[in-house]
């Protein structure tokens, strides 16, 4: 029996769409014959301050594996046992579930680098995957690969390097796993949700809405990537 800490950052609320699976993925874990361990915080920021905080709790708490949950994912049925699976059968460090970014174009968070090269996006819709890099959306770490290969701090969120760039605190732990020869594998069997910013349609916002389904951006629609996640900033013309 392993003990397994499941590591949830909430940021106000946990998002409804969201909570039955958390609870079915704590009940998973028990089935599956292990102990769990909640580890969870509430509105601590930046977000690598809460993962620190968390992982430092897991750790205290002789956690073995850490899975990583956050608050606006949807877990499927079964995600347990096949994460822990495909850990043991690649013996990797880590094992992330698929998943979708949230907003347009709705694309993979998985990243791969081949012989060092540049990272490019990559997607799956089955099996098994050696990557690079993804998000702790839904994720399994192993605590004594993590302890056989420490770095400081564990998590680094620089939400402004440069007019093009930031460190976004997933990225920051991956790169550092991977150039330590930890094996990272996306598993593309096991598919979660990732619950975006509930939207309103009125008169003001169905113009917008329309073009963004519709494959093509409205003119008077402007996108902003911050520091708190990604925002939509809408300019009605007077004429709507």
Known sequence: MAKIGILTPIMSHIVGECYESLVDAHLQVVKAGHEVEMVTCLDLVPYDRAREFLIGKAFDAGCDYLWWI????????????RLMLTMTEHEAAIVTAHNYMRGYPYVCGWWKSVEGGPLNRVDARSGQHEITTG?????????????AHKFAPWFKYAPYVD?????????????????????????????????????????????????????AQDPNFVSTNVATGLKFRERISENG
């Open 70 to 81: 956050d608050s606006d994912c949807i877990v499927p049925k079964g995600a347990f046992d």
């Open 163 to 215: 007019e093009e760039h930031r460190v976004m605190e997933d990225a920051w732990f991956y790169a550092h796993v991977w150039e330590r020869g930890g094996k990272v594998i996306g598993d593309a069997d096991v598919r979660t949700g990732h619950v975006y910013t509930r939207v309103v349609a009125c008169d003001k916002t169905v113009k917008v809405l329309r073009s963004m389904h519709n494959g």
């Open 135 to 147: 998000s702790l959306h839904c994720v399994l770490v192993d605590v004594k690969w993590l302890l």
